[in-house]
């Protein structure tokens, strides 16, 4: 197995050595191993997909102005 050395902030450090039972490289491990998989997944998914780079942009955009039109909408009441 190879190691990993990442930068944490010192607030975190104090609030992680709060907690010595946690074994916090097996927490890191399964978050990394599981973002993989989500990766691979959506990999898997669009690897059939013929939108380009461009047509997810445009996608994104009205998908975001949706939902601000039905966020301003539901404050109005």
């Known amino acids: 197995m190879v190691s990993l050395t990442l930068s944490i902030s010192e ?3 104090l609030k992680m050595a709060s907690h010595p039972e946690i074994k916090w490289s097996e927490v890191v491990r399964s978050i990394l191993e599981q973002q993989v998989k989500e ?3 959506a ?4 690897a059939g997909s013929k939108l ?3 047509d997810v942009e445009e996608l ?4 975001d102005d949706g939902i601000a039109a039905r ?3 539901a404050a109005r009441g």
Do not use: F, H
Request: hydrophobic residues 30%; positive net charge.
């Open 39 to 41: 990766m691979d997944e």
């Open 60 to 63: 994104a955009s009205k998908i």
């Open 71 to 73: 966020w301003k909408r």
């Open 11 to 13: 607030e975190l450090k």
């Open 52 to 54: 380009t780079e461009k």
């Open 43 to 46: 990999e898997r998914l669009s």
